[in-house]
């Protein structure tokens, strides 16, 4: 299967972790990007490839893969953390490139 | 700074084409890879298209193959997407990417969309 799939709502008490995850057999093979967006903005990039941020993102936002799964870890989430995640990859084989369904990220 | 500026979105009727443009500025265009994703009203992203530096390499998601067609002119630092054959579940908002180091491996800058309403 090509999806990848993920929690469509994960809520993290201020200043807490917290881990997003995106799950499917094309991780096996390439590794996972992860954008944020919030209401009625473009998303953003916070995390591409293995683990490596883009300038500009806070150093709170790590990744990590296991087996089929990566995840999205955001240590001592922060209210302006509340926002929609995507992971995104491609399919082994052919040019063609997914996106998870997306977890909505309340920060309580 | 990093600039996509999309434009050419409205409302169409089902069946019927539009052409997106998405003028690009704060790097060299001729260097990136591009891509348009999309993302219906309420709903998740959804790339739809994306092509090489040159040009010369296209590709589609299977949900728009054959009916759209993505280009770009590296001399007006400018993508494009012509989009032919509407239905309504091409309804959304478009928008124009920056592919990081190679096509395909992220999207490093987005632009703010263009809305493209389907609907008779």
């Known amino acids: 299967s090509s999806e990848l799939t993920q929690d469509p709502v994960v809520s993290v008490a201020l200043g807490q972790t917290v881990r997003i995850t995106c799950q499917g057999d094309i991780l096996r093979s390439f590794y996972a990007n992860w954008y944020q967006q919030k209401p009625k903005q473009a998303p953003v990039l916070v995390l591409y490839?293995?683990?490596n941020r883009p300038s500009g993102i806070p150093d709170r936002f790590s990744g990590s893969y296991s087996g089929n799964t990566a995840s999205l870890t955001i240590t001592g989430a922060q209210a302006e953390d509340e926002a929609d995640y995507y992971c995104?990859?491609?399919?082994?084989?052919?040019?063609?490139?997914?996106f998870g369904g997306g977890t909505k990220l309340t920060v309580l | 700074e990093v600039q996509l500026l999309e434009s050419g979105g409205g409302l169409v009727q089902p069946g019927g084409s539009l052409r997106l443009s998405c003028a690009a500025s704060?790097?060299?265009?001729?260097?990136?890879?591009m891509s348009w994703v999309r993302q219906a009203p309420g709903k998740g992203l959804e790339w739809v298209s994306g092509?090489?530096?040159?040009?010369?390499?296209?590709y589609y998601a299977a949900s728009v193959k054959g009916r759209f067609t993505i280009s770009r002119d590296n001399d007006m630092d400018t993508l494009y997407l012509q989009m032919n054959g509407l239905g309504v579940d091409d309804t959304a908002l478009y928008y124009c990417?920056?592919?990081?180091?190679?096509?395909?491996?992220?999207?490093?800058?987005w632009g703010q969309g263009a809305l493209v309403t389907v609907s008779s």
């Open positions: 490839g293995k683990n």
């Open positions: 990417a920056k592919d990081g180091y190679n096509l395909g491996d992220f999207f490093d800058y």
């Open positions: 704060g790097f060299t265009f001729r260097a990136s890879a």
């Open positions: 092509i090489s530096v040159t040009g010369d390499g296209t």
């Open positions: 995104n990859s491609r399919v082994p084989g052919v040019y063609l490139l997914v």
